[in-house]
């Protein structure tokens, strides 16, 4: 069963760009097999990798951190309106 991260994964690289897994994987700096295994929805990306791709998808980090499922921005967002956050900047719009 293919993850949201796999699937937006594969639209953010083609949308960038790169119509091959194995260019991606070069200008991420990270082996092909595990760019793969991430659209595949095989495997869950850890933060390092998430790092990496971040600039090469002109992604930020939180965006791909909470496509991943490691941030969930609803509870972000509860909690900064509860406490006087500016969402327009966390949200960087």
Do not use: H
């Amino acid at each position: 069963m293919e993850s949201n991260f796999a699937s937006e994964l594969k639209v953010l690289r083609i949308k960038v760009g790169f119509e091959s897994q194995t260019q991606f994987a070069k200008a991420c700096g990270i082996d092909n097999s595990t760019i793969a295994r991430l659209e595949r929805g095989e495997t869950k990306p850890n933060p390092k990798t998430l790092i990496k791709m971040a600039s090469v998808l002109q992604s930020s980090i939180i965006e791909l951190m909470v496509l991943a499922g490691y941030i969930n921005m609803d509870l972000i967002k509860e909690y900064c309106r509860e406490n006087g956050y500016d969402l327009v900047k966390i949200e960087g719009q």
